[in-house]
C-alpha cells in the first residue's frame, strides 16, 4: 500500500523568497518519488524524480527536492520565486519495481507568488 | 517532436451514454498510460498499456475500458456514463516503463456529463 500527503493546499510566497512544498509518503516497498506540475488548461510535467540513486535530486526551472527516508518525506524547494512558478504542484510515489506501475498522487498544492 | 496529443478537448455527454476518449503518445513511445483528475478525488491512475496489452490497472469500475493500437495511439472508453464521471482525463506516454522514464502528459479531454 502506498499514499502521499501535501501538506497545505495552497502556499504563498513573495517573488523571491524561498519555495517549499511538503510531500509525506507511506509505501510498503521501496518507492519511486516524483514532482509534477501543472498550469491551468494543461497537463502535467515532470520537474522531477527520485529512483534510488542520489538522496537530492535537482530538477527544471531551479527546483530540487530532497529524499529523506527517516522522515519519509519529498520536500520541493527552489530557492527564489518566480512569478511563473504560480502553479499547481503534484507529489506522486510509484512501487520502484518494472513491473508494477500503479502511481499514488497527492492532493496537490496550489503556489501562488505575489509580486 | 510532436507531443501527446488528445482529442476531443473538450466534449459533454448526458447520462447514460457512453464516450470514446482518443490519445496520440510521442513517437517512439510505446506506454500510454491514463488518469482521471478531479476537484474531489484528485489524480488517479486508470490503467497503462504497452505494446497492446494493458500491464497496470487501477481501481475503477469496469465501464472504464481502454485499448492501444499497433501504432501505440490508444483510447479509452465509458460507458453508461454518470454525472461522476465529469473530469479531466489525462493521457501521458513513455518509452518503457512510466517510473523508469519521464512521462509526458498530454492538455487532457474535459468530459462534462449531464
Known amino acids: 500500500a502506498q499514499s502521499v500527503t501535501q501538506l497545505g493546499s495552497h502556499v504563498s510566497v513573495s517573488e523571491g523568497a524561498l519555495v517549499l512544498l511538503r510531500c509525506n509518503y507511506s509505501s510498503s516497498v521501496p518507492p519511486y518519488l516524483f514532482w509534477y506540475v501543472q498550469y491551468p488548461n494543461q497537463g502535467l510535467q515532470l520537474l522531477l524524480k527520485?529512483?534510488?540513486?542520489?538522496?537530492l535530486v535537482k530538477g527544471i526551472n531551479g527546483f530540487e527536492a530532497e529524499f529523506k527516508k527517516s522522515e519519509t518525506s519529498f520536500h520541493l524547494t527552489k530557492p527564489s520565486a518566480h512569478m511563473s512558478d504560480a502553479a499547481e504542484y503534484f507529489c506522486a510515489v510509484s512501487p520502484a519495481s518494472g513491473g508494477s506501475y500503479i502511481p499514488t498522487f497527492g492532493r496537490g498544492t496550489s503556489l501562488i507568488v505575489h509580486p | 517532436k510532436a507531443g501527446v496529443t488528445q482529442t476531443p478537448r473538450y466534449l459533454i455527454k448526458t447520462r447514460g451514454q457512453q464516450v470514446t476518449l482518443s490519445c496520440s503518445p510521442i513517437?517512439?513511445?510505446?506506454?500510454v498510460s491514463w488518469y482521471q483528475q478531479t476537484p474531489g478525488q484528485g489524480l488517479q491512475f486508470l490503467f497503462e498499456?504497452?505494446?497492446?496489452?494493458?500491464?497496470n490497472k487501477g481501481n475503477f469500475p469496469g465501464r472504464f475500458s481502454g485499448r492501444q493500437f499497433s501504432n501505440s495511439r490508444s483510447e479509452m472508453n465509458v460507458s453508461t456514463l454518470e454525472l461522476g464521471d465529469s473530469a479531466l482525463y489525462l493521457c501521458a506516454s513513455s518509452q518503457s516503463y512510466p517510473q523508469d522514464n519521464e512521462q509526458f502528459f498530454g492538455p487532457g479531454t474535459r468530459l462534462t456529463v449531464l
Open positions: 498499456y504497452f505494446s497492446e496489452t494493458q500491464r
Open positions: 527520485y529512483t534510488s540513486a542520489a538522496t
Open positions: 513517437s517512439g513511445h510505446r506506454s
